[in-house]
């Protein structure tokens, strides 16, 4: 059976750190990206952050970048998002995904390909 398992989240001040994972089964992530898309109440779902699993080159949207980390270890077919320095406006709904890809990643992927697994969602909140 294919899944995503995500795990992390929850409470935490301005400032603060948390990291979330994403467990796959049932298929191999060296061939394919991971990622996290998240929604917050009321705004349009943003593509966050993905990984590689063919070349490990990373994918980060502006309001994260030089915050959050995305990294893999392939060995345990589980991706992390270390995301550090929260604000307030990072409280959404998390969800992890998977793409089937066949190189390096860009925003184009959260753009125009589908996404083959969903992970369930995980709440962050971020209190100011």
């Known amino acids: 059976e294919v899944q995503l398992q995500a795990s992390g989240g929850g409470l935490v001040q301005a400032g603060g750190s948390l990291r979330l994972s994403c467990a796959a089964s049932?298929?191999?992530?060296?061939?394919?990206?991971i990622g996290w898309f998240r929604q917050a109440p009321g705004k349009a779902r943003e593509g966050v952050s993905c990984?590689?699993?063919?070349?490990?080159?990373?994918y980060y949207a502006d309001s994260v970048k030089g915050r959050f980390t995305i990294s893999s270890d392939n060995a345990k077919n589980t991706a992390y998002l270390q995301m550090n320095s929260l604000k307030p406006e990072d409280t959404a709904v998390y969800y992890c995904?998977?793409?089937?890809?066949?190189?390096?990643?860009?925003?184009?992927?959260?753009?125009?390909?589908?996404?083959?697994?969903w992970g369930q969602g995980t709440q962050v909140t971020v209190s100011s």
């Open positions: 049932g298929f191999t992530f060296r061939n394919y990206a």
């Open positions: 995904a998977a793409w089937w890809v066949t190189g390096a990643v860009s925003r184009l992927v959260f753009d125009f390909l589908p996404v083959e697994y």
């Open positions: 990984i590689s699993g063919v070349d490990g080159s990373t």
